[in-house]
């Protein structure tokens, strides 16, 4: 058969299953079955309009296509003779868009994706339509089946994504839609309305309408945020989802409204109008900071049509010098859903700014009471990151201007668990029980708005109450991990609810939170289950993270196996931390960023934590918008005053120069570089190398080569601290810089570690 050229675009391909055969579809209606190998046209099979799917079954005897006129025809490979026709999808003569097939894996049904956005279900013996549902508001572009035929997966050309259950056939059911967005971010939503999203739901893509009325993702987020929802929906995370109604209706937040403002210029007026779903909490926040948890006064009717408001911040502590930004938002009675904000400014004192100052609050606990809940790394972790701190922020903010107060229960320190003990850093070193860290967190509530508030926890965490439960902080006085005494919960642990109540008092706008915590028990998880962090300490998180407008940090081990399994003598995420701050992640190589500090951990502790179980990429929460701030300047001499131990040398990336023309001609900087992170990347390098410039305990290759016809001959010279650790040279041919590159890299890290370990000895 003369069959060897379209006469049109090719708009769809399928190999058979032993991939001997290419199925062709075009433009022109035809379909040309191939030898896969040869190339040669087998056969030529002729449709009615321009194919744009085909899907062979898995054994590879029958073939489905779907066309421009939304038909969808079975074939038999071997005649060539066609089989049954599926008809049921409209079909738009405007829209150049065919349908979509795929087999399911068994070969017992077919799936079709239309212009109308339906997602149809046939039976491929029969030719009987099983179900047709509404998936997409645009054409179905695309189909695909899990390998057990349980779950079917349509892309849409309205830019998203829906997924099925399709284990009865006859009645599919949708599991959630995916969509994706122009800036990089995504939303996962199921049926129910539950959602999860980039930015803990903060995006400005994905809305409800309701009537008039537009409700974005983040103002759901009080019910129906869900992290970690598609891996829940697929099974992959066994943690369950948290129960809520199904987001067939909206009781509306009310309207508000503001009011001409009162004579003396200090209060401002509100009006809010119910609109169905009551007057719920009404909460002030003054730059990005929450002020007033609910500023209704008690004598509010929840059920009033209209009610009116006086709010007065003009003398508030979180006011700054100059303008501020002071916004106002209604709950609904039910207290699930949320408005916009309404926005004012309101001018603080006309003073000059005084200059900043840094609140430090550590808290580290290695020693509980009794044995049961004992670690080895926590009052050590804390002791190195307030003596990080310390050393950054004195040089940023001025010694006299940084207040740290450092809290740790060691099992070197004597048993004085409300008693002063010793001196450790620049106050005196405290037992961190619960009345002692309210105490540390009473006084920072001196620092003024344009004060910095680092807060720093590590211990045991755990997650208690269930779907819709809270994180809670296990404390010096703790004896165990469980939590079901409400007694036991007051005493000896601190919820992320009161952290969250304890730092909205402290008048602080830029803040910072880690916690390195471990899960306090075998009762909470399996040890050694990798796992994400439990969705009730992510919910709990951003919802300090939105009142607060913090920067939050949280996370490294599932339980606390994981947590001492650390080769590196700390939590990974601490030591991640103080990493950072020995020059890995310093902006304009000195000031320590919170967000890119933060970033920096986030990756790091999966590099360090390979082969661990128990271990997850840690949490980072961020205010939407809101611009990240320095909690220190380091200087070289500085960062070597960080506590960290190496476990293995560093290796920062090399430079190379052609002598004469004093830049790198032959590009083998990149390739040397390039090979070095290789040959690090696995557990058991003998060598970490960083892409970082200047950190005070990695080794650097500097080196200089002529050339002469194919002959490169290098002069190199291995540095630490600035200091020469070895000279030495290397010639090799530019015609393989490939292997010259892959000699030096071996070299280098020879002598790396041989230095590296007389250094130990």
């Known amino acids: 058969m ?10 769809a391909l399928a190999y058979s299953p032993d991939g001997k055969l290419l199925a062709t579809g075009a433009l022109d209606g035809r379909i040309v079955l191939r030898d896969a190998g040869t190339g040669e046209a087998r056969m030529e099979l002729k449709h009615d309009a321009a194919v744009f799917s085909l899907a062979f079954n898995s054994e590879g005897t029958t073939l489905v296509s779907g066309d421009l006129d939304q038909n969808i025809y079975l074939w038999d490979v071997a005649t060539g003779a066609r089989g049954k026709c599926f008809k049921g999808h409209l079909k738009p003569g405007h ?24 997602v149809r279900l ?7 339509q099983l179900a047709s549902v509404q998936g997409h508001a645009g054409p179905v572009a695309s189909i695909a089946f899990n390998h ?3 779950m079917l997966a349509a892309g849409s050309n309205d830019a998203s994504a829906s997924i099925w259950d399709v284990r009865e056939p006859a009645s599919p059911a949708k599991i959630c839609n995916l969509y994706s967005f122009p800036d990089d971010t995504w939303a996962v939503v199921d049926s129910l309305g539950r959602f999860d999203a980039a930015n ?3 995006i400005p893509w994905l809305h409800w309408v309701i009537g008039l009325e537009s409700v974005a993702l983040s103002q759901l987020k009080e019910r129906y945020f869900e992290p970690n929802l598609l891996p829940k929906l697929m099974g992959a995370d066994a943690e ?13 937040y009310p309207d508000v409204e503001l009011l001409p403002s009162e004579p003396n210029g200090e209060q401002v007026r509100i009006r809010l109008t119910n609109r169905g779903g009551g007057i719920g909490r009404v909460v002030v926040s003054i730059n990005g900071k929450e002020a007033d948890a609910d500023a209704r006064g008690e004598r509010l009717d929840p059920h009033a049509p209209v009610q009116e408001l006086s709010i007065d911040v003009t003398k508030h502590a979180f006011l700054k010098p100059g303008e501020n930004v002071c916004e106002v938002q209604a709950y609904n009675e039910a207290g699930y859903l949320v408005g916009r904000q309404l926005r004012w400014v309101c001018q603080g004192s006309k003073k000059v700014a005084a200059a900043p100052q840094l609140w430090a609050i550590v808290a580290g606990i290695s020693d509980y009471q009794g044995d049961a809940l004992d670690l080895r790394f926590a009052a050590k972790d804390a002791a190195d990151v307030a003596v990080a701190v310390q050393v950054g922020a004195a040089r940023l903010f001025g010694a006299d201007k940084v207040h740290m107060r450092l809290l740790m229960a060691s099992h070197q320190m004597p048993d004085e668990r409300d008693q002063s003990a010793s001196p450790a850093t620049s106050d005196q070193r405290t037992w961190p029980t619960r009345q002692n860290l309210m105490r540390a967190f009473e006084e920072a509530k001196a620092a003024r708005a344009d004060d910095v508030l680092l807060v720093y926890l590590a211990g045991h965490g755990v997650n208690h109450g269930g779907q819709d439960g809270d994180y809670y902080y296990l404390t010096a006085d703790a004896r165990t991990g469980n939590l079901a005494d409400p007694a036991i919960r007051q005493q000896t642990s601190i919820s992320s609810r009161e952290l969250t109540e304890w730092i909205r008092l402290i008048p602080a706008l830029k803040q910072a939170v880690i916690l390195d915590t471990c899960a306090a028990g075998r009762f909470m998880e399996k040890l050694g289950e990798s796992r994400t962090i439990p969705a009730s300490q992510a919910r709990a998180l951003e919802r300090l993270k939105d009142r607060m407008g913090t920067y939050i940090l949280a996370g490294s081990a599932a339980d606390a196996v994981s947590y001492e399994s650390s080769r590196y003598g700390q939590g990974l995420l601490t030591y991640s931390v103080l990493f950072g701050m020995r020059g890995a992640a310093l902006r304009e190589e000195g000031f320590v960023d919170v967000a890119r500090l933060f970033e920096h951990a986030a990756d790091y502790v999966p590099q360090l934590a390979t082969g661990l179980g128990g271990i997850q990429r840690p949490l980072i929460a961020s205010p939407t918008g809101g611009s990240s701030f320095d909690i220190g300047l380091l200087n070289p001499i500085d960062r070597e005053r960080i506590p960290l131990a190496l476990t293995r040398p560093l290796v920062q990336p090399v430079n190379l120069d052609e002598e004469d023309m004093f830049r790198d001609t032959l590009e083998i900087t990149n390739t040397v570089n390039a ?23 990695a080794y650097e290759l500097r080196g200089r080569y002529t050339i002469d016809g194919d002959r490169v001959t290098m002069a190199l010279k291995l540095f630490l601290r600035k200091e020469t650790v070895n000279s030495f040279k290397l010639s090799g041919r530019r015609s393989d810089i490939e292997a010259l590159a892959s000699e030096l890299a071996t070299n280098t890290v020879g002598l790396v570690v ?4 007389r250094l130990q000895v």
């Open 240 to 252: 369950p989802l948290r129960d809520v109604p199904s987001l067939t209706s909206v009781e509306l």
């Open 2 to 11: 003369n069959a060897t050229a379209h006469q049109g675009a090719v708009l």
């Open 148 to 150: 057990m035929s349980t």
């Open 122 to 128: 046939w039976d491929t013996a029969t030719g009987k």
């Open 95 to 118: 829209v150049e868009k065919g349908a979509s097939v795929q087999f399911t894996p068994d070969g017992k049904h077919i799936a079709s994706g239309g212009t109308d956005g339906t």
């Open 754 to 757: 041989e230095h590296f370990n």
């Open 200 to 202: 803990g739901g903060d």
């Open 675 to 697: 090979t070095l992170r290789d040959q690090s990347a696995s557990p058991e390098a003998s060598i970490m190398f960083i892409d970082a410039r200047d950190h005070p305990d």
